[in-house]
């Protein structure tokens, strides 16, 4: 599966954004949906995490509240739906997806997914 990442750019702290993530080559419905971060200078982190069907979601600590996290397999796409955005929000953001999933898994580490997109920058302004 091919992922490709759109909808970042600039804004102000307290807006919002809507991240899409969108799947070719593959019906996204065989794959748990991941995003993940990479600010300057700091590793890669976990953002939001959705299982197969889109019933069962996790979130790292500092976007819990404030991020939602959704997919439609249908449209085979994945969404992230942010608001109430900090400069500390600015990365790069990804979607990836994780093959060999369980229905109803979701998975934090990165390093259990095996597809990701390019990513897309998000910048938060003060």
């Known amino acids: 599966v091919q992922l490709q990442a759109s909808g970042g750019g600039l804004v102000q702290a307290g807006g919002s954004l809507r991240l899409s993530c969108a799947a070719s080559?593959?019906?996204?419905?065989?794959?748990?949906l991941g995003w993940f971060r990479q600010g300057p200078g700091k590793e890669r982190e976990l953002v939001a995490v959705?299982?197969?069907?889109?019933?069962?979601?996790d979130y790292g600590d500092p976007v819990k509240g404030r991020f939602t996290v959704s997919r439609d397999n249908a449209k085979n796409m994945g969404y992230l739906q942010m608001n109430s955005l900090k400069p500390e929000d600015t990365a790069v953001y990804y979607c990836?997806?994780?093959?060999?999933?369980?229905?109803?898994?979701?998975?934090?580490?990165?390093?259990?997914?095996?597809?990701w997109g390019p990513g897309t920058q998000v910048t938060v302004s003060s």
């Open positions: 990836a997806a994780k093959s060999n999933a369980i229905l109803s898994g979701v998975y934090t580490n990165a390093a259990d997914y095996n597809y």
């Open positions: 080559g593959r019906a996204l419905s065989n794959y748990a």
């Open positions: 959705i299982n197969k069907g889109g019933r069962f979601t």
